[in-house]
């Protein structure tokens, strides 16, 4: 193998032509996969994809090649079984890319694995011992590491001599310290149990967090952020120095922020009444709160261009469910303000935070004393690079930074197999 040429400090590394520098990313669900295929010299999309429906009548596998940016998506609508069906067909697709999985150009295939516990803290080559630890964390993603898993052995068994890397949602936030991670009840129970906060989303926190310290010009150690990964599901976190110390989602992704359909915080009697004056069993009660609560449960939507939408026509069910989001999110930022001691910037991702101006709008508004201020015309700009939305004397940068989970995994996969 070709080693990589000397590159100036700070500068990308230069890969030679034949030294392996591709990375395939999955995220595989239940039913779906989705996937990019990465070029790690210069961090370019080659294809992207997503399967959906596998195992289920009406398989579907829509397919967009990039490279080049010139060429149509292409749709396939065929049964697909499984997984392994599902991803000998995105193989397929690749190849015809001239992009094929058995390319000698492909360094590796990196995995989101939803959690990773406490034990792994970094992107680990997968073997069978890294496997049966995944397997051990089912309990506490139960609806998540069954579909990764089944991803990894998919890809191992079509290609078992390409090392495969997972990447954890959980790995940034074990930094925590066990003031933040600990959960006040019994502790032998929490032991036991493996009951703690572990946190989510960590790949767009750590992406996020990074490049908004180089939008301020400093190395991640120099700065305090607080990041708010505002999508469907929603999270913030505390990040000082480059390193996680709180973050609001916890034993699992239910916890914190109020989302599109998840509750967020609640009282924990919240289940208990419900289920002795409402005689609800546990798996209503979970229904309710991670798929009947958060917006969609307070107003019916939970798409925010929609609710905004309703709120210019009058309606006061869409006014309270913005209302109660962002109070909650208001009192995350001053939470987290008070945590860090210092902040440098506040800094929305994902698809509210990188699209919804009002959200961001209100998320700070009343928070001037702790300088946090928003200009009107740079925050009503729609732009997809990292951009400031504060006045250039705020003494908060309040920024925008999109967030991109996919090359986050194919950077770390790639650093971990290239030493």
């Known amino acids: 193998m070709t080693s990589p040429s000397p590159a100036a400090e700070g500068s990308p590394p230069v890969i030679a032509p034949l030294t392996p520098h591709r990375v395939l990313v999955l995220n595989s669900g239940s039913s779906s996969l989705k996937y990019q295929l990465l070029d790690m010299r210069d961090s370019s999309r080659l294809a992207s994809g997503l399967v959906e429906r596998i195992g289920e009548r009406g398989s579907r596998l829509v397919h967009s090649p990039l490279a080049g940016g010139a060429a149509e998506p292409r749709e396939r609508t065929e049964p697909m079984a499984d997984h392994t069906a599902a991803l000998k067909a995105v193989a397929e697709e690749l190849a015809a890319d001239g992009l094929g999985l058995d390319s000698p150009q492909l360094a590796a295939i990196g995995h989101r694995v939803v959690h990773g516990g406490k034990h792994f803290t970094e992107p680990t080559v997968i073997d069978d011992a890294v496997i049966a630890e995944i397997e051990r964390l089912i309990p506490v993603a139960p609806l998540h590491n069954p579909a990764n898993l089944t991803g990894i052995r998919t890809a191992r068994e079509l290609r078992p001599d390409l090392p495969q890397v997972a990447v954890f949602d959980t790995a940034f936030h074990t930094t925590m310290p066990e003031a933040a991670a600990r959960y006040a009840i019994d502790a032998a129970t929490a032991d036991a149990h493996r009951i703690r906060r572990y946190g989510f989303h960590g790949t767009s926190h750590a992406y996020v967090s990074r490049r908004t310290a180089a939008l301020l010009g400093k190395d991640p150690s120099e700065v305090n952020v607080i990041v708010l990964h505002l999508g469907n599901g929603a999270s913030a976190s505390a990040v000082r120095g480059g390193v996680c110390v709180e973050t609001s989602m916890g034993l699992t992704p239910l916890e914190g922020l109020v989302m599109g359909t998840r509750s967020g915080d609640v009282d924990p009697a919240v289940v208990f009444h419900l289920k002795r004056v409402a005689g609800m069993d546990i798996d209503e009660v979970d229904a309710l709160l991670n798929k009947r609560s958060g917006l969609v449960g307070l107003c019916g939507d939970n798409d925010m261009r929609e609710i ?63 300088g946090l201020v928003v200009d009107a015309e740079l925050n009503a700009v729609r732009s997809g690079e990292p951009r400031l939305i504060s006045p250039a004397r705020a003494r908060v940068a309040v920024a925008v930074v999109p967030t991109d989970e996919e090359l986050e995994i194919a950077t770390q996969a790639y650093a971990l197999v290239r030493g």
Do not use: C, M, S, W
Request: cysteine-free; aromatic content about 10%.
């Open 308 to 370: 905004r939408r309703r709120i210019d026509e009058g309606d006061e069910a869409a006014r309270l469910a913005f209302d109660v989001y962002v109070h909650r999110l208001k009192k995350y930022i001053g939470a987290y303000y008070a945590v860090l001691g210092r902040v440098d910037a506040v800094v929305f991702t994902a698809g509210v935070g990188e699209n919804a101006a009002p959200v961001r709008e209100a998320a700070v508004a009343g928070l001037e004393e702790l």
